[in-house]
């Protein structure tokens, strides 16, 4: 079992950045893959980053590339989530979720966490 904690979301102007923190509880946190995801009002939750056990292989949506970095401390059972040049459009509630392969699809990731807010103004 993992439990997943988000922090770091907030409120912050076009072109801003924000870091996104994942904690996990359980001491198998070095054996899974950690995903971003986020939901947009009114749309389905997508894909934004995911990052192997190790740390060494990364994968980012398209829209992201270039201005998120995921990144990933196994000894502090902590993700990351680095945003620069934050768009309005990057407005949603961001979710961290842990699953056994390096996948874009959601439901391929076993654990959740509660979803952090990310407001980027115009």
């Known amino acids: 079992q993992v439990q997943l904690v988000e922090s770091g979301g907030g409120l912050v102007q076009a072109g801003g950045s924000l870091r996104l923190s994942c904690a996990a509880s359980?001491?198998?946190?070095?054996?899974?893959?950690m995903g971003w995801f986020r939901q947009a009002p009114g749309k389905e939750r997508e894909f934004v980053a995911a990052i192997g056990w190790s740390g060494s292989s990364t994968n980012y949506a398209d829209s992201v590339k270039g201005r998120f970095t995921i990144s990933r401390n196994n000894a502090k059972n902590t993700v990351y989530l680095q945003m620069n040049s934050l768009k309005p459009e990057d407005t949603a509630v961001y979710y961290c979720?842990?699953?056994?392969?390096?996948?874009?699809?959601?439901?391929?990731?076993?654990?959740w966490g509660q979803g952090t807010q990310v407001t980027v103004s115009s």
């Open positions: 359980g001491r198998t946190f070095n054996t899974y893959t």
């Open positions: 979720a842990a699953g056994r392969v390096m996948t874009m699809i959601q439901y391929e990731y076993d654990y």
